[in-house]
């Protein structure tokens, strides 16, 4: 599909062109009213919803270098943090005009990666001030504050999930059942009108850090249920930042800041849901979700607060997605155990298996006749000489088929599980001699139930013995009775058994084009919070770091130049010019943000208000201070999001440190290969010599 074109100069820096031409498609999915792109086949007339810039770049016909440079930098993004990819994606479009302009006004390539290399830097040191440690959220874990929201969600175990007497099954019932008494899930589209009485309801005070003087206060935040006001559905933003006041301390005397003046520091966060708040980013909805898979698994390791083993860790890899496109909303939960789906021919198949426990066994690769495991050599020069090949593949994977049986009899297994493909004449074999096997298992869950089951994973189903075969697991369908689920012959089941460490994740919803993007936004908030508590800090969210970064560069631009650190030629020349540049892309990055929260009629409105906050900043004497205060108010947060002020205070904002700060570096670092790159290639006339017919082409995306 035709998604823009823009006059390209082909003898100059194509590459940064391409790389702004690409960036600018996704600068809709920045901040929090975003707009969704329908991506066209013009040949097959298919179309896909994308919402993110991960989807945006894998549905487009990227067949230039640059093109795979950008895709390959915001998979990378994508694939180690699952957020902060927008941010990559834009950052690299403004900061290549940058470069661009930059280049127009002579400046040589080596002072331009030089000064932005250590511009960057430079901003990334400056913005520690700005970060919130996070402090044992999981001492108050099991107390009756709950992550709440809609009353339409359920964080499920199954009522038809068989509990066998020789197992500890009932008592873990019984406490999954009190936690999921206790959770309050909801969902909701972001920049969405949603029904809500209240978001977040009345918390008992947090316990402050022993090494803090200022105690946390206690969080009583509502909103108003006004379905029909855009601006109610606006306020779940992470970009209002409705803060409350006097939640900022001060360092030790001494400590000063760039200017002279003592840096505010910030408080820490000591509660579980304050950092879910502040972390969901609006999306309530999906982070209510992660709650519930993080109190299943904090439970399930029976970790008490106060005790001497382990801390808790919420591990991520444990915690599964299952979508069921066509059903309603509401039916979305959190099961302990596997949720996935199996043929309804298996359903008389689960009624039956379902009244008592299974024996399983896991198989680590394929389940077929071919599978050979990864490494096999297999003989070379030998041929095999036979009239009907057909007829003799056939009847060897029949003997295969027939032998497989009689293993699994001996051994009385009822559910084999395998993580590869399985043959479907054994599926069919199986399915006839009352047994189930199901295929393409997430690695994840095969180790969960070797560890809960006590089973050996097993490259080949002939190396099973009894000391390999698991005992305990139950099936049950999910959600009670055999459903139907994406109108597609298929039956969801859940499979569990005792001291499981996995927790699944069932999505629903009635647009199946949708399903996609709602699964994203799930893995965001579950790598933001699984983020947060494996690096113990935040940074203050909201456009609060991205303002401190632009603020540090215009003080940069007027400091004196220091001999050394580049040729002072150069340095007095140059640096100003680029570091100005450097700061015009995050200016552009804020305008856009705050421009995209509905608040600003147009960019340049947002530019102005951007403009103003840098010159109070430096009329503050400490742009730290203003920064911190600004953020705090309750009128307004750094951006003021123009509602009134009747609405009730919502909690901070919070950004994960590493994604951002890596999502920045990514940027930054494509930007100076692709400049360097066009350097070496770029032949012809001069700036002064090119015609402008024959120097403009057209890029199209």
Not at 558 to 575: D, F, I, M, N, W
Request: proline share 4%; with cysteine.
């Amino acid at each position: 599909m035709l998604m823009a074109c823009r006059v390209i100069n082909k003898r100059r820096h194509v590459g940064l062109q391409q790389l702004s031409s690409f960036a600018e498609t996704g600068r809709t999915f920045l901040g929090p009213v975003k707009a969704s792109k329908f991506i066209v086949d013009e040949e097959c007339r298919g179309s896909v919803l994308v919402t993110s810039a991960v989807r945006l770049l894998e549905s487009l016909d990227l067949s230039s270098a640059v093109g795979q440079l950008l895709s390959e930098a915001v998979q990378a993004q994508h694939h180690v943090y699952r957020t902060g990819t927008t941010t990559l994606l834009f950052l690299i479009g403004a900061w290549s005009r940058a470069a661009e302009e930059c280049l127009h006004l002579g400046i040589p390539v080596s002072s331009i990666v030089s000064v932005m290399s250590e511009g960057l830097t430079s901003c990334i040191e400056e913005v520690t001030s700005l970060q919130v440690p996070v402090h044992n959220v999981f001492d108050h874990v099991d107390d009756t504050r709950t992550f709440s929201g809609f009353e339409s969600l359920s964080v499920s175990l199954s009522p038809s999930l068989p509990v066998p007497s020789d197992t500890g099954l009932l008592q873990k019932e019984h406490a999954l059942q009190e936690v999921a008494s206790q959770l309050l899930t909801t969902y909701s589209l972001p920049g969405r009108p949603t029904q809500l009485a209240k978001l977040l309801r009345t918390q008992s005070k947090v316990q402050a850090d022993q090494n803090t003087s200022h105690a946390l206060q206690t969080l009583s935040y509502r909103l108003l249920a006004d379905t029909h006001c855009r601006e109610s559905a606006l306020v779940h933003s992470r970009h209002f930042n409705r803060m409350g006041a006097n939640q900022w301390t001060s360092k030790p005397e001494g400590s000063l800041g760039r200017q002279g003046v003592a840096t505010p520091r910030t408080s820490g966060c000591a509660d579980l849901i304050e950092l879910e708040v502040g972390l969901s980013h609006g999306d309530r909805g999906s982070m209510a979700l992660v709650d519930a898979a993080v109190r299943l698994q904090h439970r399930s390791t029976g970790v008490r607060p106060g005790s001497q083993a382990a801390p808790f860790v919420f591990d991520v890899s444990r915690v599964l997605t299952c979508c069921f496109p066509g059903l309603p909303e509401t039916s979305s939960c959190v099961c302990p155990g596997y949720v996935t789906v199996v043929p309804t021919s298996s359903t008389a198949l689960i009624e039956e298996l379902q009244q008592q426990p299974v024996q399983v066994a896991l198989i680590k690769g394929d389940l077929t006749a071919s599978y050979r495991h990864p490494g096999f050599n297999q003989s070379v020069n030998i041929k095999t000489a036979s009239e009907s090949m057909m007829v003799q593949r056939d009847s060897l994977e029949e003997l295969w088929t027939n032998h497989v049986l009689q293993i699994l009899v001996k051994f009385n297994v009822n559910l084999v599980l395998a993580q590869g493909s399985v043959s479907e004449r054994l599926l069919d074999t199986c399915l006839h001699s009352r047994r189930l096997v199901i295929g393409s298992v997430n690695s994840s869950a095969m180790q969960a139930f070797a560890e809960a089951s006590g089973a050996v994973q097993v490259a080949y189903i002939t190396q099973l013995n009894e000391n390999c075969v698991g005992s305990g697991v139950g099936v049950a369908f999910w959600g009670s009775i055999p459903l139907d689920v994406g109108g597609v012959d298929q039956t969801a089941i859940v499979l569990n058994t005792e001291g499981i460490r996995l927790v699944t994740v069932v999505l629903t919803g009635p647009v199946p084009a949708q399903m996609q993007a709602r699964e994203d936004r799930f893995w965001a908030c579950a790598y933001r919070l699984h983020g947060a508590l494996r690096e113990r800090s935040v940074f203050l969210g909201g456009g609060a770091v991205e303002l401190s970064c632009l603020s540090h560069l215009q003080h940069l631009l007027g400091q004196p130049v220091r001999s050394g650190s580049l040729p002072h030629t150069a340095a007095s020349l140059y640096r100003p010019a680029v570091l100005q540049g450097l700061a015009d892309g995050w200016h552009r990055y804020l305008s856009a943000l705050m421009h995209n929260t509905a608040s600003y009629a147009s960019e340049c409105e947002a530019s102005t208000a951007v403009q103003h906050h840098l010159q109070s900043a430096a009329a503050s004497g400490s742009p730290s201070s203003y920064i911190l205060s600004e953020h705090s108010k309750l009128s307004s947060g750094v951006f003021n999001s123009g509602i009134s002020g009747k609405l009730e205070p919502i909690p901070r904002v919070y950004d994960v440190v590493t994604p951002k700060i890596e999502a920045w570096r990514r940027a930054l670092d494509l930007v100076l290969l692709v400049l360097q790159t066009d350097s070496e290639v770029i032949t012809g006339l001069g700036p002064t010599q090119i015609k402008p017919q024959e120097a403009e082409g057209f890029a199209f995306l």
